[in-house]
């Protein structure tokens, strides 16, 4: 980074491989940069862009470091991801793991949201270790929408039950690499049945939009069933399983 750069990427440490790649920083090493007093002369005005990896936790640090450092008028911080989805709208127990951020609804049947991808997310602390990001992130990230779009705009119609979601089926086509930038999530409606409150049935498109490229398409066939409707279905074939699976290990003993 230096005094003649109008601009520049950040991304979490999690994608140094990336960064290292395409001439980008990492959280990290901008926010020694800062804190080391090397980007004092930078003449500006500098933009630096936040890709994945960057959320608003890391943002504040680096704003503050700006500031003791009285690059204000020459440094800006540009970050757009907007407002992760809610806890009780994905059925995701940690902020790290949630992948949908500024949920918003386009028309009757089409909704957007934007990817936003934790350093920390669950498909991403195991290995990073290549300049895209895999395959699997748009697949849950597909699958995230569904569930905040059925729970924020169709199960909340009846707010006093709270819904489970089941897969019949999910498709997903890839067309590019997804990178650890910006990314749009568009889910369509294709198909559903919400005149049952106890049952919901839904069959949709999401795809997930990089550049102005396609990066996957994901169809999901699903249903949202009311509290009461699966619990003995499933406890019966929960004691069918184990019955099963002692029976087997009986008759290997």
């Known amino acids: 980074m230096n005094s003649s750069a109008t601009s520049r990427l950040v991304v979490g440490d999690r994608f140094r491989d990336f960064a290292e ?3 980008a920083e990492t959280f990290s090493r901008l926010a020694r940069s800062l804190d080391a ?3 004092d002369a930078v003449e500006g005005p500098l933009r630096v862009v936040t890709g994945q990896g960057v959320g608003e936790f890391e943002i504040s640090y680096l704003e503050d470091a700006v500031r003791r450092r009285q690059l204000d008028d020459r440094i800006e911080l540009v970050h ?3 407002q992760p989805a809610r806890r009780q709208e994905l059925h995701k127990a940690r902020e790290d793991n949630v992948l949908i951020a500024g949920l918003t609804q386009v028309d009757d049947t089409a909704y957007e949201a934007a990817l936003r991808l934790h350093d920390h997310n669950e498909l991403l602390v195991d290995v990073q270790d290549r300049v895209h990001v ?3 992130v748009a697949v ?3 699958r995230q929408m569904f569930v905040a779009v059925v729970e924020r705009y169709f199960t909340a119609r009846w707010p006093q039950q709270r819904y ?3 897969l019949n089926s999910i498709n997903t086509t890839f067309s590019n690499f997804l990178f650890p930038v910006g990314a749009t ?3 369509t409606v294709d198909e559903s049945e919400v005149s049952e409150p106890s049952r919901l049935t839904f069959r949709t498109t999401v795809e997930v939009e990089q550049a102005g490229r396609p990066a996957a398409a994901v169809t999901i066939d699903a249903a949202a069933f009311a509290p009461g409707l699966l619990e003995e279905k499933e406890l019966r074939r929960a004691k069918s399983a184990v019955a099963s699976t002692m029976d087997a290990a009986l008759a290997i003993a």
């Open 134 to 136: 895999q395959g699997m």
């Open 185 to 187: 999530v568009r889910l």
């Open 80 to 82: 757009s991801a907007g």
């Open 37 to 39: 007093g090397d980007l």
């Open 140 to 142: 849950e990230a597909a």
């Open 164 to 166: 489970y979601i089941v």
């Open 21 to 23: 790649a395409v001439g």
